[in-house]
């Protein structure tokens, strides 16, 4: 059973930092995506940053230039640095994966932003 364990959440002051890990029970070489996704509590669950396997990465708008997605296929993990945080970053962020046409959820980590 293919696993993923996300870790890095937190409490942080707006303005802050954190890196969210995402870490893979299995190789995640040829893995399609690799994303993080948020869900704020009585709102729906979002896309935050998206990592394809030739290279290339999407992002919700309101995160363009505050978080970057990174995969680290030696690892099997992937990353979200996220910068200039903001009190609506608020969520659980859970890590997605899409393998061999197969789509993998983790159990998601708490990111609260304090004003």
């Known amino acids: 059973q293919v696993q993923l364990v996300e870790t890095g959440g937190g409490l942080v002051q707006a303005g802050g930092s954190l890196k969210l890990s995402c870490a893979a029970s299995?190789?995640?070489?040829?893995?399609?995506?690799m994303a993080w996704y948020r869900q704020a509590p009585g709102k729906q669950r979002e896309l935050v940053a998206r990592?394809?396997?030739?290279?290339?990465?999407n992002y919700l708008d309101s995160v363009k230039g505050r978080f970057t997605i990174s995969r680290d296929n030696a690892k099997n993990t992937v990353y979200l640095q996220m910068d200039s945080l903001k009190p609506e970053d608020t969520a659980i962020y859970s890590c997605?994966?899409?393998?061999?046409?197969?789509?993998?959820w983790g159990q998601g980590t708490q990111v609260t932003v304090s004003s």
């Open positions: 990592a394809s396997i030739g290279g290339s990465a």
């Open positions: 997605n994966a899409v393998i061999s046409g197969r789509i993998y």
């Open positions: 299995i190789s995640i070489l040829t893995a399609n995506t």
